[in-house]
C-alpha cells in the first residue's frame, strides 16, 4: 500500500481527478486543503483509493469548562 498526504496527491492527479477517484467532489478536495486537514490518501492493491484523516480525540474542544 502507498500512502501519500492528500496535498501531493492532488499535485501528481489534478484537483478534479483526485476528486473522482476519492469519489468526492472538487470543492471537498479545495475545502480541505485549504483548511490544512490531516488527510493521507491509500493506494490499495486493487488499484484503488481511500483516503483516512488522523483527527485528535476528542475532536471538537468541549463549549464549558468546570472551574
Known amino acids: 500500500m502507498k500512502e501519500s498526504t492528500l496535498e501531493s496527491f492532488v499535485a501528481a492527479k489534478g484537483q478534479s481527478e483526485a476528486a473522482r477517484l476519492l469519489r468526492v467532489t472538487p ?8 483548511t490544512k486537514r490531516d488527510i493521507r490518501v491509500l493506494e490499495l492493491p486493487d488499484g484503488s483509493f481511500r483516503a483516512v484523516e488522523s483527527r ?3 475532536s471538537q474542544s468541549p463549549k464549558f469548562q468546570a472551574a
Open 27 to 34: 470543492p471537498a478536495i479545495h475545502k480541505a486543503i485549504s
Open 56 to 58: 485528535p480525540f476528542p
